[in-house]
């Protein structure tokens, strides 16, 4: 956990490329964001700008896992870019 958090320290901005899972994010994107995000006031992850990729053989499902991931960022306090949806059906 230490490598992960001090990983993204360092960059300006991150990139976060998934698929989708039953029209959801999967446990371990979750989980690693969970833990890039405490403490929250100093969380490595907080006020760095974020751009989401989702990709499915499917289509719909994109939509509903993106959304999910832009409310838990929120609740981080981690910008994600507005108009860079990217969708890969």
């Known amino acids: 956990?230490?490598?992960?958090?001090?990983?993204i320290q360092g960059v300006a901005g991150i990139i976060i490329v998934s698929l989708k899972y039953?029209?959801?994010i999967q446990g371990v994107l979750k989980k690693?964001?969970?833990?890039?995000?405490?403490?929250?006031?100093s969380s490595v992850?907080?006020?760095?700008?974020?751009?989401?990729?989702e990709a499915t053989p499917g289509g719909l499902g994109l939509v509903y896992?993106?959304?999910?991931?832009?409310?838990?960022?929120?609740?981080?306090h981690v910008?994600?870019?507005?108009f860079q949806k990217v969708l890969i059906s």
């Open 65 to 76: 896992a993106q959304m999910q991931i832009r409310q838990i960022l929120e609740t981080m």
């Open 45 to 53: 992850i907080n006020r760095k700008p974020v751009g989401l990729i």
């Open 1 to 7: 956990m230490t490598s992960f958090k001090s990983s």
């Open 22 to 24: 039953n029209s959801g």
């Open 32 to 41: 690693a964001l969970d833990w890039a995000s405490r403490p929250l006031e």
């Open 79 to 82: 910008p994600v870019l507005p």
